[in-house]
């Protein structure tokens, strides 16, 4: 029978089905494993990511399965979002029909692929059975303060036409989904008070010891914990007092100039008490600074800009008045948007000193050398030292100074030690339709009101029409949005804007858990057992998007008792799996270099396509793709298949029971056994410990090799062969499931072996019988060979000095010394 995995793959995949083995339940009695991977976005059809990203998950899930652990393994779908909006546009279809359609796509493609998910779990953010918690949990953070509407300025992409957090500008200022770049807007909005976590999402960072470092190191920065001191300064002449925030407050004798942002409410305030021309100025500069996007105002490089105010602030300790500027490069909604500028040990004030001719005062050096000259000094030196020129301070570590000078002014009462993150509070308010819609209606009687939770949920309508000029289409639909008032019952208007989807990922891991719940976004026992995700595979862009706001979720769903209260972390290991390339650029439509995985498994199977991605490249490097790869891919499982198939009758009638290391005589049944259970021992490693797959891979392919060179002589024989079989089977099962479990049954096994329990390594076979000894004469090494293993020093070096090689080697000289190492080396010191 040739191998004609078109025949057996729909075939096993249909038994495996509906025999229910991936199908999992709570059972206290067995270790569990919870194997996730992100879930796709439902666009049309996988992409070869996809495939790579699943195929991993699959092989650990399986793996883990066999090794005898509970494995949950779900698939869903993150299924609303803009794509949906689009396509709605273009192909006049309604954003459900076309988000529906590509979910039962995408999930035949994934049956397709073999994948052992249990499928009663699927999970689509777009179902109101899930969206409906969405709602509910929105109400819930609200009822604890999380959720707020603030006037603010927000990132606005003109493309989207929406909002957007700023975990989703990106890339210095762009929108992560389209890339146009990004600008503010002064909105009214809905926001999730994410930074009263921000302490407990750095702290957490230290345990995630299964995490990449550098998505660690990603999350640390993006948080940005930093450690100043909050102070005041008086404005000379006006009874108004500017706020600054400094990690540098031991440079307080430096500061030359002071300068606030664009959209600081001071900007007015000083317009209004100058007047005339000076006003109309400063107004027109900030606006023209506020409207630039965050990308041009902070790029590298580009030339720093501000206005002097003609008002001066006064340094708390010295007591001198330094000018107050309008710069760009200052951030509104960062620290207090207002800076005290100290040229010499910052660059960026450096920058802007040297442009406006502001002076440059050190007051830091080196530890033995003394300071340099502002006036020509060619850059700030942001670096340690000591503090000079500093009165109280000087002489101190840099590090002291701080202290001292914190103690200062807090001491003084005129500022106070503070904690500043760079973390912004989530922005959650879309201007879209596709999304689940906000819970909450605006009342001129009442204000704002949340929809009562027996209300829930608050259903998209399905029947609408995308206006063509873009714009949310819930806006348009008085018959939706008008409604009566939960409190007084008067008329009143349904919130139009819908949640970011971030929101919908930020939990659905737990609803895997129990998605059938429905009183409970999920059930609390199935969670508290699942939880938390043990293996987690996906891409590193999600670092600091998806991957913060569940951990974030899951801390405030800890506090709220929805998951137990020492849960406070979603995902123990993370993956980030690299990309797939081809001619040396990642696959993209845009660049026109992709693969269809559809096609690539009807020419060639879905366990080629798995085995290829597995073992040409380890998970996290880019994997170059190369049809001559997949080719050998599908050599190697047909030299698998003919193993088999050409040894069939005696590997069917060979005895299934072990034949013991003890009782083999023959040096290449010996020598068969060991290499079956080495291999056994090292894939076993490879997967469990080191997670190198690919290595794996190479192993299998040698086990084959000595398989299909061994001739059995005898009945052991045989039962070695069919036991050497069997485990390249097992081994290879969790990388091409469907050709092993067919040759496991043409073997005459009954059970599957998709959950077949992994194989034992039998130590007793992994004993050497010989080893190999380097002979040296005076550290020179003159020849190899090959002794018993397992023998003493003495009797090594009685077996070395009886051959004749050695005999005459050493003839006339004089031994002065031997030194033997078991199993290693001879080396013998001689004279003459
Ligand atoms: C004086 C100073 C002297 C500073 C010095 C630095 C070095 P991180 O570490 O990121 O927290 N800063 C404060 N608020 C700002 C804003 N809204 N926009 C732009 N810059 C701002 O950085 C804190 C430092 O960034 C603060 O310390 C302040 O500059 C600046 F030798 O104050 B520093
Ligand atoms: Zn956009």
Redesign the pocket.
């Known amino acids: 029978m040739p191998y004609d995995f078109s025949a057996i793959e729909p075939k096993w995949q249909k038994a495996w089905a509906d025999s229910k083995i991936f199908e999992v339940e709570v059972d206290h009695s067995k270790e569990k494993f919870y194997c996730l991977e992100m879930f796709p976005y439902p666009s049309g059809a996988l992409h070869m990511g996809h495939l790579r990203n699943y195929s991993i998950g699959d092989l650990l899930a399986r793996f883990l399965r066999m090794q005898g652990l509970n494995v949950l393994y779900p698939m869903g779908f993150d299924a609303f979002g803009m794509p949906a909006e689009n396509a709605a546009i273009k192909n006049k279809t309604a954003p459900s029909d076309w988000t529906w359609s590509n979910i039962e796509h995408m999930t035949q493609q994934l049956k397709n692929a073999g994948y052992s998910y249990d499928w009663r779990r699927r999970v689509e953010t777009c179902n109101v059975d899930y969206y409906r918690w969405n709602q509910w949990l929105f109400l819930q953070f609200y009822k604890k303060g999380l959720v707020y509407r603030k006037h603010a300025p927000v990132n606005w992409c003109d493309k989207c036409q929406t909002v957007l957090a700023n975990e989703q500008v990106v890339d210095d200022g762009v929108c992560w989904r389209c890339g146009t770049p990004v600008t503010k807007r002064d909105l009214d909005q809905w926001f999730i008070r994410i930074t009263d976590y921000a302490q407990e999402l750095v702290d957490c960072l230290d345990d995630l010891k299964g995490w990449p470092e550098r998505v660690v190191t990603m999350q640390r920065n993006w948080i940005?914990r930093?450690e100043?001191v909050h102070f005041e300064m008086e404005i000379a002449d006006t009874d108004l007092k500017l706020e600054a925030?400094?990690?540098?407050i031991d440079?307080i004798f430096g500061v030359t100039f002071v300068a606030m942002?664009a959209e600081h409410p001071y900007v007015e305030k000083f317009a209004e008490m100058a007047g005339g021309e000076k006003a109309a100025e400063m107004r027109a500069f900030a606006k023209r600074m506020a409207s630039r996007s965050t990308i041009e105002r902070t790029a590298v490089g580009t030339d720093k800009e501000g206005m002097d105010t003609g008002f001066f602030a006064v340094n708390p300790v010295t007591g001198e008045k330094s000018p107050i500027w309008i710069a760009d490069?200052?951030?509104t909604d960062?620290?207090t948007?207002a800076?005290?500028g100290?040229p010499a040990?910052?660059q960026r004030d450096f920058d802007f000193a040297r442009k406006y001719n502001i002076p440059v005062i050190t007051v830091v050096r080196p530890v033995d050398e003394p300071a340099p000259d502002g006036a020509t000094m060619p850059a700030a030196v942001?670096a340690d030292g000591v503090a000079c020129n500093s009165g109280f301070l000087d002489g101190l570590p840099t590090e002291e100074a701080i202290a001292r000078a914190a103690e200062w002014f807090e001491e003084h009462g005129k500022g106070k030690k503070e904690v500043?993150f760079?973390l912004r509070d989530w922005l959650i308010s879309r201007q879209r339709y596709w999304g689940t819609p906000i819970p909450m209606v605006y009342c001129d009687h009442c204000g704002i009101v949340p929809v009562p939770e027996e209300q829930l949920p608050v259903e998209l309508p399905l029947d609408i029409e995308m206006p063509a000029n873009g714009g949310n289409p819930l806006a348009q639909r008085p018959d939706w949005y008008n409604t009566t008032c939960p409190v007084c019952g008067g008329p009143a208007r349904r919130e139009t804007d819908t949640i970011d989807t971030f929101f919908c990922s930020s939990w659905y891991f737990d609803r895997y858990t129990s998605p059938w719940s429905t009183d409970m976004p999920f059930d609390k026992e199935a969670a508290a057992y699942w939880m938390t995700v043990d293996q987690y595979i996906g891409g590193i862009e999600h670092a600091c998007l998806h991957l913060i706001y569940a951990r974030f979720f899951t801390k405030v769903l800890s506090d709220l008792g929805l998951l137990p209260a020492d849960m406070r972390e979603p995902f123990k290991r993370l993956l980030t799996q690299g990309m797939v390339i081809k001619d040396g650029a990642k696959m993209s439509k845009s660049i026109g270099n992709v693969v269809d995985p559809d096609e690539i498994i009807k020419k060639y199977g879905a366990d080629t396509a798995r085995l290829f991605i597995l073992f040409a490249a380890p998970p996290e490097k880019d994997l170059d793709w190369s049809e001559r790869g997949v080719e050998g891919a599908n050599r190697f499982l047909g030299r698998v298949w003919r193993l088999v198939e050409q040894n069939l009758d005696g590997l069917r009638t060979a005895s299934a029971e072990r034949v013991a290391m003890g009782s083999l005589t023959l040096p290449a049944e010996r020598d068969m056994k060991r290499i079956i259970h080495s291999t056994l021992d090292r894939v076993t490693k490879d997967i469990r410990e080191e997670r190198q797959f690919n290595t794996a891979v190479a192993r299998l392919m040698e086990l084959t090799n000595a398989l299909i060179s061994f001739a059995p002589e005898d009945a052991k024989g045989w039962s070695i062969k069919r036991e050497g079989v069997e485990t390249l089977l097992c081994c290879l099962s969790p990388f091409a499931p469907h050709i092993t479990e067919e040759l496991w049954h043409q073997l005459g096994n009954e059970d599957f072996l998709s959950v077949h329990r992994w194989f034992e390594v039998d130590k007793s076979a992994l004993v050497e019988d010989s080893a190999t000894v380097v002979l040296q004469i005076n550290g020179k090494v003159r020849e190899q060979f090959t002794v018993s293993a397992g023998l003493s020093k003495e009797d090594l070096l009685a077996e070395v000095m009886s051959r004749e090689e050695t005999k005459k080697r050493l003839e006339g000289k004089e031994i002065v010394k031997t030194i033997a190492v078991p199993g290693k080396l001879v080396n013998i010191v001689v004279k003459g």
């Open positions: 940005g930093s100043g925030f400094t990690t540098r440079t942002a490069y200052i951030l960062y620290g948007g800076i005290m100290v040990h910052d942001a500043q760079r």
